[in-house]
T-cell receptor, first 115, second 112 residues
Framework: KAGVTQTPRYLIKTRGQQVTLSCSPI?????VSWYQQTPGQGLQFLFE???????NKGNFPGRFSGRQFSNSRSEMNVSTLELGDSALYLC??????????????FGPGTRLLVL | QKEVEQNSGPLSVPEGAIASLNCTYS??????FFWYRQYSGKSPELIMS????GDKEDGRFTAQLNKASQYVSLLIRDSQPSDSATYLC????????????FGSGTRLLVRP
């Protein structure tokens, strides 16, 4: 079974721009979660989607948004980029149920650098 | 108090030794616990999940859970230099089974 794929793998943007990251979960998985990883803050939860619905959102500003499509693929968008948004953005895929996300498997990540 | 706490390390052990990695969590109602391994520049890779008190073994890895003490650990037997990585403890909090709360990770160094 193919794993979680994320595109692009690397991005360089400038302050004020916006960016869209994409994630394709493991085939058959319906839950997609997004995390931000930085050296200072570690791994932090952004949001989780299941069957096109956002079920939980972390403590991030509204500039961070996401969506999920009917094929379970997900995108996250960051608008008005700030220097502090430079991070590794990780997507995690899980089977998911109505009561939880289940065991999460991570994709390779997208490394975003904001200049 | 951080929700999930780990000693940042580095924890240095000789090849062939047992490495013991520890994690405490603050949410007493947490139900699911996970250990991930992350090599430098790579994404986290799932090693073990544990849901019930006691031990769970998988190859050279043993996860131990004590919900009364709010403590979860990972033992790595016969440590190899290839085990050198950062080990992340993750917990599903009671108020949401849709997200993982991660510790800051423990860096393990296995000396040849």
């Amino acid at each position: 079974k193919a794993g979680v794929t994320q595109t692009p793998r690397y991005l360089i943007k400038t302050r004020g721009q916006q960016v869209t990251l994409s994630c394709s979960p493991i085939s058959g998985h319906r839950s997609v979660s997004w995390y931000q990883q930085t050296p200072g803050q570690g791994l932090q939860f952004l949001f989780e989607y299941f069957s096109e619905t956002q079920r939980n959102k972390g403590n991030f500003p509204g500039r961070f948004s996401g969506r999920q499509f009917s094929n379970s693929r997900s995108e996250m968008n960051v608008s008005t980029l700030e220097l502090g948004d430079s991070a590794l953005y990780l997507c995690a895929s899980s089977g998911g149920t109505t009561s939880g996300s289940g065991t999460q498997y991570f994709g390779p990540g997208t490394r975003l650098l904001v200049l | 108090q951080k929700e999930v706490e780990q000693n940042s390390g580095p924890l240095s052990v000789p090849e062939g030794a047992i490495a013991s990695l520890n994690c405490t969590y603050s949410d007493r109602g947490s139900q699911s616990f996970f250990w991930y391994r992350q090599y430098s520049g790579k994404s986290p890779e799932l090693i073990m999940s544990i849901y019930s008190n006691g031990d769970k073994e998988d190859g050279r890895f043993t996860a131990q859970l004590n919900k009364a003490s709010q403590y979860v650990s990972l033992l790595i037997r016969d440590s190899q230099p290839s085990d050198s990585a950062t080990y992340l403890c993750a917990v599903n909090p009671m108020d949401s089974s849709y997200k993982l709360i991660f510790g800051s990770g423990t860096r393990l160094l296995v000396r040849p």
